[in-house]
């Protein structure tokens, strides 16, 4: 079974899923504020005018990291014993935050 971190296979547990998440959006935040201010900083000659493509990049950084956290979240569905229909929650806005709190906390399957 492949358990690495960009993987959806096997299963993981509250505190891994929330330590992964908490990585996962402090690697969005910091891409983004990296990208933000080297393109945006006016003290540099070439890429002081390019600040639509530091948004491009913190964009793209960050679809990437919610992939990834979605794969996460399968896991996590897989170690409560769940299907994995239910990241389509994730779509809805204001259920989307609910839901994650729900794997966060939730218990696992026992075996």
Known sequence: MNNSFLSSEGTIGRFTFILSLVLL???AAGISYA???YFTHPDYFMHGH???LGVFVA???SLICAM??????????RDMGKGAYLTL??????VNALFLLYTCVA???SA
């Open 25 to 27: 959006v402090a690697l």
């Open 107 to 109: 218990p696992a399957k």
């Open 89 to 94: 929650l994730m779509l809805i806005p204001g």
């Open 50 to 52: 390019f600040g639509t």
């Open 59 to 61: 964009i793209v950084a």
């Open 35 to 37: 990208a933000d201010y």
């Open 68 to 77: 990834v956290g979605l794969m996460q979240m399968l896991k996590r569905l």
